[in-house]
C-alpha cells in the first residue's frame, strides 16, 4: 500500500483529500451538547486574623494573589 502510494502521487492527494472531508464531517456532526461544562476556576483560600476587620484581610489576600489590578 505505501509503494503505491509513492508511486502515485495523484493517489496520496485524493485520500489526505478525502480524510479532511471525512473530518470536516465529523467535526460538524459532534454531539455538543453531551460535552460536560466548563466552569471558571475557583480558588479557596483561608485565613485567619487578629484584630483585623474581613476588608483587611480581603484586600491583603487579593495583593497576594496578585488579584489587584487595578
Given amino acids: 500500500m505505501f509503494s503505491k502510494i509513492l ?3 495523484a493517489l496520496a492527494i485524493g ?3 478525502l480524510m479532511v472531508f471525512l473530518g470536516g464531517l465529523s467535526i ?3 454531539p455538543i ?3 460536560p ?3 471558571p476556576v475557583a480558588v479557596m483560600v483561608n485565613k485567619q486574623s487578629y484584630n483585623c476587620n474581613a ?3 480581603i484586600k491583603q489576600m487579593k495583593a ?3 488579584l489587584m489590578r487595578r
Fill in 55 to 57: 476588608n483587611v484581610v
Fill in 15 to 17: 485520500i489526505s483529500l
Fill in 33 to 35: 451538547s453531551q460535552f
Fill in 37 to 39: 461544562n466548563v466552569a
Fill in 28 to 30: 460538524v456532526r459532534l
Fill in 7 to 9: 508511486q502515485r502521487p
Fill in 64 to 66: 497576594r494573589l496578585g
